[in-house]
């Protein structure tokens, strides 16, 4: 029996930007037939594009049974940032069956979520799903409010010298009484030290937050994606 995940073509039907930094691209054709969402909020698929072999990771932002929604942040340069930067509807491309993460205990009384603007298609369809009282620390280079007006969100610019404060933003955080669930994704690097306050500061239990690392910054193109599944397997996220 093979193993190998499955994968899907599928034709871009249309190409909007949201901000000067996001474009929200739907995916539909016959050939995402059989594909089906886990359900699980913070579901990413692998999603190859025309001339590229190698694969990067998007939050599935929407499935409405036929259509797939990708929110995907243009940043300086990435195999995915330039050819969603142009005009792309009309291409093919594959992309790999869903998985997720987000797995919050029963009996949470509180949620917090926290990332940069690759995250926020995962935060804005987790505070869609969730029915606990949630707040929300977003470090976005945009004007995103009407990307999740409901939530109460503290927006936090982008600091000028692009690189991520969202270590010291969860380090300084007053956590609500009782049990809940803390969720956050951004730069790797960043990502590591939250685990390491949350772990030896904080003293949480493993469920109780899922930290993932979404980009790694690196000097020009990077070799290959930061694996979602690695991280869980080689025990560098709890
Ligand atoms: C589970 C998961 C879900 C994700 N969901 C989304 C999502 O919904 N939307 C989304 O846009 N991204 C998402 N990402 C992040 C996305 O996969 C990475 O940002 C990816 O590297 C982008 O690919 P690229 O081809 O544009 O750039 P790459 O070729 O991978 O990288 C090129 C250069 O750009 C830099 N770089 C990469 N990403 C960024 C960035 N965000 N900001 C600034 N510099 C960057 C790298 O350091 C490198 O120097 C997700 C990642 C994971 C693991």
């Known amino acids: 029996m093979s193993t190998k995940a499955a994968t899907f073509e599928a034709e871009v039907l249309s190409r909007t930007p949201l901000a000067a930094h996001l474009v929200r691209l739907v995916l539909g054709g016959s050939g995402l037939a059989g594909f089906t969402s886990t359900g699980i909020p913070d579901e ?18 929407a499935w409405d049974g036929e259509r797939l929604t990708l929110d995907v942040v243009v940043h300086d340069v990435g195999l995915v940032t330039e050819w969603a930067a142009g005009q792309c509807v009309g291409d093919t491309v594959t992309i790999t069956e869903p998985k997720g ?16 603007l690759t995250a926020l298609p995962a935060i804005a369809r987790i505070a ?22 409901a939530a109460e969100v503290d927006w936090l610019g982008q ?37 390491k306050h ?8 493993s469920t ?26 080689t025990g560098t996220r709890p």
């Open 44 to 61: 990413w698929v692998g999603l190859v594009v025309p001339g590229q072999f190698q694969s990067r990771y998007y939050t599935v932002r």
């Open 159 to 195: 600091p000028g010298d692009g690189e991520s404060r969202l270590a010291d933003v969860v380090s300084d955080l007053v956590w609500p009484q009782g049990d809940g669930y803390f969720w956050m994704a951004g730069e790797s690097a960043q990502m590591r030290a939250i685990r």
């Open 101 to 116: 993460s987000f797995a919050m205990p029963e009996g949470a009384a509180w949620l917090m979520l926290v990332g940069d």
């Open 208 to 233: 109780a937050y899922d930290v993932m690392g979404y980009w790694r910054a690196v000097a020009g193109r990077q070799p290959r994606a930061v694996d979602p599944v690695r991280q869980t397997e």
């Open 198 to 205: 949350l772990m030896r500061e904080r003293q949480l239990p």
């Open 128 to 149: 869609e799903t969730v029915e606990v009282p949630t707040r929300i620390w977003a470090e976005v280079p945009d004007d995103m409010s009407t990307y999740l007006p």
